[in-house]
């Protein structure tokens, strides 16, 4: 026991010493990612924001159970617990006097699948899954394509990527 603690003492006080033998300088260049420049230790402005999108077009989804985008600005839209700005227009009662797409009516379901005579609590807050879209360059490459062009491609090629039972074959 006595010899315990001056141990633990020791390790703790080597540990420190290692941490403190930094192997690298602290003004390092930063990484060039969404803030390029500068380095590690100064501080940079922000970027500034680009504006949302504000088109009122729908949007093509790139796979099943996506949540669509919004396609205007929700800027000083109220989404709190006392209230939702969204469904003024987007509730099973306005949409069709604002010619506005309805919401699901998944989000008129409790966890259960039982129905609801409002929208569900677990669904209120509408930015949790919807957002805003933003006319901006891509951070970093993107070479997603949905299964439909994947289907089309080998299709064309003549292909198969999958069997009758539905399964994959795993090939590509």
Do not use: W
Request: proline share 10%; aromatic share 6%.
């Amino acid at each position: 026991m006595n010899k315990t603690i001056p141990t633990l003492l020791l390790m703790f006080l080597s540990f420190a010493a290692l941490a403190a033998d930094v192997s690298y300088p602290l003004d390092a260049p930063a990484p060039d990612g969404r803030r390029p420049g500068g380095s590690i230790t100064e501080d940079r402005p922000a970027p500034p924001l680009a504006s949302d999108e504000n088109k009122d077009v729908r949007r093509e989804r790139n796979y099943p159970e996506q949540p669509p985008t919004i396609p205007h600005t929700i800027a000083g839209y109220r989404i709190d617990s006392n209230s939702n700005k969204c469904l003024s227009c987007h509730s099973r009662s306005n949409s069709a006097r604002v010619q506005a797409p309805m919401i699901s009516i998944t989000h008129y379901m409790d966890r259960d699948g039982q129905p609801l005579a409002s929208v569900a609590p677990r669904r209120y807050f509408c930015v949790q899954c919807h957002v805003p879209q933003k006319d901006v360059k891509p951070l970093v490459g993107n070479t997603f394509e949905d299964i439909d062009k994947i289907l089309q491609r080998d299709a064309a090629r003549g292909t198969a990527t999958g069997k009758a039972d539905g399964t994959s074959t795993g090939n590509p």
